[in-house]
């Protein structure tokens, strides 16, 4: 038997869910508050005016999504802020946001199932404040580019020494290109993540490694879209991802 619809209830069953001891910089929960009952529920990977949008036109009575509305405290409401604000609240809109939390779950996290996407199911995991999943694997350069796009949906870019024979890949959804020194002290050749700095292709080539950039947005659409299928099989709300894709 299914839970109740109750926006309470949802709000006790996900924060317990996604409990974590990550330091944060955003806040992590329901972050607006709408009505008290959830019929209907979206998750996407951002909240901006096209989700806002999109769940409107779905009669969506909450949003969840892994990058939120409220980032470092309480703030300013101007300008985009101001006009997602407004619509959030013309429509009685539930906002929930999980960052970190929904990064590093061991079950539907981004990373844990960003691995299992590309064959990569028995990874460790680093025990450093960014942590970094890898593993030992056998891929061409060549075999690992295409089973990304075939993946994601989108070409990557590769940067650094272009190594052919790949037999260690670390890897962090996101913004954390930086972590490609944390993956070479593990012994990777290869480092995936989301977002290329400036500096991380001289990085990747004084290292003496890959680093593949598959975009921000695309590398982190699977634990939102896990959310919305554990919600749908658990409550009595109808709940399901909405994929608003861009290029970064």
Not at 129 to 148: A, F, G, H, V
Not at 193 to 206: I, N, R, V
């Amino acid at each position: 038997m299914k839970n109740s619809n109750k926006r309470d209830d949802l709000t006790k069953y996900l924060d317990s869910l996604l409990s974590s001891k990550a330091k944060d910089y955003c806040y992590n929960g329901l972050q607006i508050q709408g009505k008290p009952v959830i019929n209907k529920l979206v998750t996407a990977v951002s909240l901006n005016l096209r989700t806002i949008k999109a769940a409107v036109a779905k009669k969506a009575d909450a949003i969840l999504v892994h990058h939120g509305l409220i980032w470092g405290g309480l703030k300013k409401i101007h300008g985009l802020d101001k006009l997602r604000m407004q619509a959030i609240l013309a429509n009685d809109i539930n906002i929930y946001a999980y960052h970190l939390p929904l990064d590093f779950h061991q079950e539907f996290g981004n990373n844990v199932l960003f691995g299992n996407a590309i064959e990569a199911n028995n990874a460790l995991v680093s025990k450093a404040n960014l942590p970094i999943w890898y593993q030992e694997i056998t891929y061409s350069l060549d075999d690992l580019l295409q089973k990304l796009e075939t993946v994601l949906k989108r070409k990557p870019k590769v940067y650094g020494s272009l190594i052919q024979n790949i037999h260690k890949i670390g890897w962090c959804t996101g913004a954390a290109a930086d972590e490609i020194l944390q993956a070479h002290s593990l012994g990777c050749d290869t480092f995936i993540s989301g977002e290329t700095s400036e500096k991380t292709p001289d990085m990747a080539l004084e290292l003496n490694m890959n680093y593949i950039e598959v975009g921000h947005y695309a590398s982190e659409t699977f634990g939102v879209k896990a959310l919305a299928n554990i919600i749908d099989q658990n409550f009595n709300i109808e709940s399901e991802f909405i994929d608003l894709f861009n290029f970064v």
